[in-house]
Nanobody, 125 residues
Framework: QVQLVESGGGLVQAGGSLRLSCAAS????????MGWFRQAPGKEREYVAT???????YYIDSVKGRFTISRDNAKNTVYLQMNSLKPEDTAVYYC???????????????????WGQGTQVTVSS
């Protein structure tokens, strides 16, 4: 399994921006599909976005046009740029990695094998 460490969370006003980073320990980072999930208090962990090893990107509808996932394989890092943040984006955000094949139907936490510890994002109204 690859070790993942998220950073970049914080408190921001509605309409503001944050960029989350996720650093991976694995030298073969470029072979992993990377995802971001989030979990709000009292709710299940929710899929947010994926970037495949070939840099195809997928998003849930509620963040399309506001969030951008990207990766820098030279730095073993995946990013989540979050703009126009809303109070409903408040959650702990987790980075995840998946080896092997990827399908667009892979939206469950169980579809990803490695996880970071999470970083808190709080959006005030």
């Amino acid at each position: 399994q690859v070790q993942l460490v998220e950073s970049g969370g914080g408190l921001v006003q509605a309409g503001g921006s944050l960029r989350l980073s996720c650093a991976a320990s694995e030298r073969t980072f470029s072979s992993y599909h990377m995802g971001w999930f989030r979990q709000a208090p009292g709710k299940e962990r929710e899929y947010v976005a994926t970037i495949t090893k070939t840099s195809n990107t997928y998003y849930i509808d509620s963040v399309k046009g506001r969030f951008t996932i990207s990766r820098d394989n030279a730095k073993n890092t995946v990013y989540l740029q979050m703009n126009s943040l809303k109070p409903e984006d408040t959650a702990v955000y987790y980075c995840a990695a998946r080896a092997g094949i990827y399908r667009q139907s892979y939206l469950r936490p169980s579809d990803f094998g490695s996880w970071g510890q999470g970083t808190q994002v709080t959006v005030s109204s």
